[in-house]
């Protein structure tokens, strides 16, 4: 990336607003295989476990399927944040025509905040479409709708962030793969979007702890219903350090120009 460019994104002549175009419409024109098929996706869970699972309670109170939609809808968030800047990142090396963005005067923080708002606006895009379609199925209570917007903001940023540093990190489409296979995958499906860490053993709940998605689930989940596993403010500072380690990360590997620059 340039460097001595430490302008702000939005300042006059900048190339942010073009890059977050580019990036938005770079989904958008494919809405159908970025929005719709997660969408669909998430349903067919809530089909699937909300039929074998029908009648069973969560806190007590909550029925499982009202305990599942948050849970579905932060997945489609995490997933498609992480999916848009990964991709996104890796065709444009394979391609070749990353050389076009490495040239236009934009500095590493400039060329890093478009690539996260655009995944963070795909990812509440494709989280507020599974939140749409599965209120069908019985639209869950919102008691604190301030605490949804910042663990869906905060989430699906980090998600952006590592497809970033994935995205700089592989050299083809299957390292991407495993990166996501491998790590986002088992780290998503395990975070406590289809069950309360509560009813793990005592081993595994103390796994669970070291899983910070469990913490981005848990805290929108508790946006919801007022009810966590643990202390939505804990929930918070975990999630907000671990914005801040990742975005580090990513912007120092941007301002480096790890694997962009040949």
Known sequence: MKHGLSRPPLEYGSGFPTLLRKEILRFYKVGFQTVAAPVLTAVLYLMIFGHVLEGREVYGRLSYTAFLIPGLVMMSVLQNAFAN???????????????????????????????????????????????????WYGLPAIEHPLWILTFAFLGAAILGSLGLIAGIWADKYDQLAAFQNFVIMPATMLSGVFYSIHSLPPAWQVVSHFNPFFYMIDGFRYGFFGVSDISPWNSLVIVACFFIVVSVIALRLLQKGYKLRH
């Open 85 to 135: 800047t990964s991709s996104s990142l890796i065709q444009s090396k394979v391609t070749g025509n990353l050389v076009f963005v490495l040239l236009a005067p934009l500095s590493h923080f400039e060329f890093y905040a478009a690539y996260i708002l655009a995944a963070v606006f795909r990812g509440v895009v494709v989280g507020l479409g599974v939140l749409i379609i599965t209120a």
